[in-house]
């Protein structure tokens, strides 16, 4: 059984930075796609960022392009998303997701099996 565990999250004013951490533990890291989302109040979660099983590849959503950064360290099984110049409109809860794949990234909640409980992230104007 895979379990995923956000931290990170806070309340920050805008233009400054945050940096999530997803800690996994379960089957081989290696064995598994990781991916952001978010979901704000009222709103459907949303992709924000993926990253393959090596790293080597990388998707975000053009909203968050150039700002924010997804990486992982597979030695320690964990996923960051480093959030910079935040607005406004990032606040949501930021959950982690795993998919067992080491195909292409999707960016759809339904290519994910396993989730996170999620990080509330804050940023006021």
């Known amino acids: 059984q895979v379990h995923l565990v956000e931290s990170g999250g806070g309340l920050v004013q805008a233009g400054g930075s945050l940096r999530l951490s997803c800690a996994y533990s379960?089957?081989?890291?290696?064995?598994?796609?990781m991916g952001w989302f978010r979901q704000a109040p009222g709103k459907e979660r949303e992709f924000v960022a993926a990253?393959?099983?090596?790293?080597?590849?990388?998707d975000y959503t053009d909203s968050v392009k150039g700002r924010f950064t997804i990486s992982r360290d597979n030695a320690k099984n964990t996923v960051y998303l480093q959030m910079n110049s935040l607005k406004p409109e990032d606040t949501a809860v930021y959950y982690c997701?795993?998919?067992?794949?080491?195909?292409?990234?999707?960016?759809?909640?339904?290519?994910?099996?396993?989730w996170g409980q999620g990080t509330q992230v804050t940023v006021s104007s």
């Open positions: 997701a795993a998919v067992p794949s080491r195909g292409p990234l999707v960016t759809g909640t339904e290519g994910y099996n396993y």
């Open positions: 379960g089957r081989a890291f290696t064995g598994y796609n």
């Open positions: 990253i393959s099983w090596s790293g080597a590849t990388t």
